[in-house]
C-alpha cells in the first residue's frame, strides 16, 4: 500500500513492463486522481484507490469486457463488507451506486504492449469514508455517495482492498474459464433502471430510449423511437 501517489493508474503504466504478473498497485491517497472522460477523480485519506495491472491475452473488444468483471467484483466486496445488498446496483458502463448515488467508479486503461505484452489498467475508486460535494460533478449527474454515509459502515482501504482481490479473482477465473454470458447475466441481474428510459451521451450525441439490455459485446442497447440502437461508449444520464 503506498502512502500517496500521483494516480495508482499512472503508477500501473510505469510499472507495466517490470512485472511478471497480474499485480494490485493501492495507495492510501492520490494527489492526481483520474476519472473517465478526462474528469479529475477526488481521493481524500480514508476511501479506496487502486489500480489492478493485468496482462490480457485476449482481442481488444474482449479485454474491454473486464469492466463488468470489475463492477461484479465491486459489488460483491460492498456486499461482504455491509452483509447486505439493499441499495446496491450497477451503472452502465461501469459505477456501482448505492441508494440511488454513485459510491464508485472504474477507469479502464489499454497500456499497450510492455516487451511485447499487452496491459490493461483497471482503475477503482471507492468513497468508502467521504464522498466528493455534489456540486462538484457535472450537471445531470449523479450525486455522489459514501459507504460510510449511507450505511454507517466503516471499512479501511486496507480491508477493501482483500475483498475486492478475493471477488475480482472469482469473477475473472469464471470469466476466462465461461466467457462474458454468466457475467452478463449477472450483471443484468443487479442493472440500474432497466426497463427504464435512460440517456445516453456520446461525444455530441444523446440518445435517450428504453434501456433494454446490455448485448454480448457489452453494449448498452436502448430502444428508441427511431429502433433499437447499440452504445459501445457513452454517459448515462437517468
Ligand atoms: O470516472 C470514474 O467514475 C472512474 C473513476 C476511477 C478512479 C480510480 S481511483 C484509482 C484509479 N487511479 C486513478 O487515477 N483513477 C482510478
Redesign the pocket.
Known amino acids: 500500500m503506498l502512502p500517496e501517489v500521483d ?4 503508477e500501473a503504466a510505469r510499472l507495466a513492463g517490470t512485472l511478471a504478473g497480474p499485480e494490485w498497485i493501492c ?1 492510501l491517497r ?1 494527489i ?6 478526462g ?1 479529475p ?1 477526488a ?1 481524500p485519506q480514508g476511501n ?4 489492478l495491472l493485468l496482462m490480457p491475452r485476449e482481442a481488444p473488444q474482449v479485454v474491454a469486457l473486464r469492466s463488468f468483471v470489475a463492477s461484479l467484483a465491486l459489488y460483491d466486496a460492498f456486499a461482504a463488507a455491509t452483509g447486505r445488498v439493499d441499495g446496491l446496483s450497477l451503472k452502465w458502463p ?2 456501482v451506486l448505492l441508494n440511488g448515488g ?1 459510491v ?4 479502464l486503461e489499454s497500456l499497450g504492449q510492455r516487451r511485447g505484452v499487452a496491459h490493461l489498467a483497471i ?3 471507492v468513497n468508502l469514508a467521504s464522498a466528493p460535494a455534489a456540486e462538484t460533478v457535472e450537471p445531470g449527474a449523479l450525486r455522489p455517495v459514501s459507504l460510510l454515509s449511507e450505511t454507517g459502515v466503516h471499512v479501511d482501504p486496507e480491508s477493501f482492498l482483500g475483498l475486492l482481490a478475493e471477488a475480482y479473482a472469482g469473477h475473472e477465473a469464471r470469466f476466462v474459464t465461461y466467457g462474458f454470458a454468466p457475467l452478463r447475466e449477472a450483471w443484468l441481474a443487479r442493472a440500474a433502471r432497466l426497463g427504464e428510459v435512460i440517456t445516453a451521451r456520446t461525444g455530441n450525441a444523446e440518445i435517450t430510449g428504453t434501456f433494454e439490455t446490455v448485448d454480448e459485446a457489452g453494449n448498452l442497447v436502448l430502444q428508441t423511437r427511431a429502433g433499437r440502437q447499440a452504445v459501445a461508449a457513452a454517459d448515462v444520464f437517468f
Do not use: E
Not at 7 to 10: D, G, Y
Not at 48 to 51: G, L, M, V
Open positions: 494516480s495508482t493508474n499512472a495507495a492520490q492526481a486522481g483520474r476519472g473517465r472522460r474528469r477523480w481521493d479506496f484507490a487502486a489500480t461501469n459505477d454513485k464508485a467508479g472504474i477507469l482503475g477503482i475508486g
